[in-house]
Structure formats: structure tokens, C-alpha cells
């Protein structure tokens, strides 16, 4: 159960920008929010370039740990999207799991094979074994071709916390039209940003 609500994370699995297109421009959450993914998709990638395997992926991955509040785990995924190895090894019961059994990660996986590129999901609802995750994905390429995808999740409350909405009087995340993420009230001055992504993004309303 718990490895399957993991892998339901990626419902909304998409590729990240590494420039994200912020509207308005000057508004302080939404710049905030895509600095945040911006180094930690930079960190992402220097576990990818180091071309890790299913021995030496723990390794490639301590400094993603390391620098990451809130890190929560990750997963070494091969090319037939099975979990092949996980960081932390109370998550033990995930290797060997087949992604392609849960039905709503199937456009991940065709985007996947068909055009390899950073994946960021929607903000996880959670539930009572299972913290709110967020999920990002990096493949691993070898001559231009997929041989395996790193992943790794960290936990919301963090990301909200570094972004600014963490001390939020209310906010809203919503991602392709579907509501993923709330708290607090929106008050009648509630601001409102969107920060674009490749065939993605997300609209955040705030009140301070």
C-alpha cells in the first residue's frame, strides 16, 4: 500500500523548466517557487551526470540529502520502470515494484520514453501512513539514450516553508485545473501566480 501511494505522487508528472516563466514577474512567491526547483533540480542533476547504477546509487545520492530539507527518499527506476534500489532501506518493500501497474502514471512513463526530460508532480494530498510529497524525477542518459531515472521525494510543509507559503494565512495550488494543495482561507485581496512549466503549470493564490 505504502509503495503504491508513493508512486500515485506523479499524477500530475510533467517536465520542469530550468527557467520558469513567472506572471506576474515581480511577484515574490512565484519567483521564490522557481529558484526553489531550480537548485533542486540543479542537485538533481548532478546525481544523473553521475551516471549512478542500482550499487552506486545511495552515494550519488547523500548530497541531494544533504542539501535538501525535508528530503524524504528516492528511487533508482530502470528503463522498464521498475524500482531497482531505494535510499533509505526502511522503504526496502519497494524493490521490484513495476511502475506501469498504477494506471495514472502512464503518460509519465510515454513522456519518459519518447522525449527523457526532469519530471516535477503536483504537492501529494497524503494520508494517515503518508506525509504530503512532493515528487522529482531526472533521467539518466547514456549516448543521448534513457538508461534509468533517478528520483526523490521531499516532504510539502518544507517546500511551502522555503517558498513562502508556509506562513501563508491561506493558499491554493492548483496544477492542469485540478486543485492538489490548500490551507488557511483566501482572503478578498488573495494574490495569484503561475508559474509555467513545459506542457505545465502551476497557479498559486496566497493571502499574507
Known amino acids: 500500500m505504502k509503495t503504491r501511494l508513493l508512486a500515485l505522487l506523479a499524477l500530475c508528472a510533467l517536465p520542469f523548466a530550468a527557467a520558469a516563466q513567472v506572471q506576474p514577474p515581480d511577484d515574490p512567491v512565484g519567483k521564490a517557487v522557481a529558484a526553489y526547483f531550480d537548485k533542486t ?3 538533481l542533476k548532478a546525481v544523473a551526470d553521475r551516471q549512478p547504477t542500482k550499487d552506486t546509487f545511495r552515494e550519488a545520492m547523500k548530497p541531494l540529502e544533504d542539501a535538501t530539507a525535508g528530503f524524504f ?8 520502470f521498475v524500482i531497482r534500489e531505494v535510499y533509505y532501506p526502511r522503504d526496502f518493500l519497494a524493490r521490484g515494484f513495476d511502475l506501469k501497474k498504477v ?3 502512464d503518460y509519465f512513463w510515454d513522456l519518459m520514453r519518447k522525449n527523457p526530460t526532469p519530471q516535477l508532480s503536483e504537492p ?3 494520508s494517515i501512513i503518508q506525509p504530503r510529497l512532493i515528487a522529482m524525477r531526472y533521467p539518466v542518459l547514456k549516448d543521448g539514450k534513457l538508461v534509468a531515472v533517478v528520483s526523490f521525494f521531499v516532504r510539502t510543509e518544507k517546500f511551502l516553508e522555503a517558498v513562502g507559503l508556509g506562513d501563508a494565512k491561506g493558499y491554493r495550488i492548483v496544477c492542469r485545473g485540478v486543485l492538489a494543495e490548500e490551507d488557511g482561507k483566501l482572503g478578498a485581496n488573495a494574490k495569484s501566480v503561475t508559474v509555467a512549466l513545459p506542457a505545465n503549470e502551476w497557479v498559486i493564490e496566497y493571502s499574507k
Do not use: V
Open 41 to 43: 533540480f540543479a542537485n
Open 73 to 80: 527518499g528516492g528511487s533508482f527506476i530502470d528503463t522498464d
Open 103 to 105: 494506471k495514472q502514471l
Open 124 to 126: 501529494g494530498h497524503g
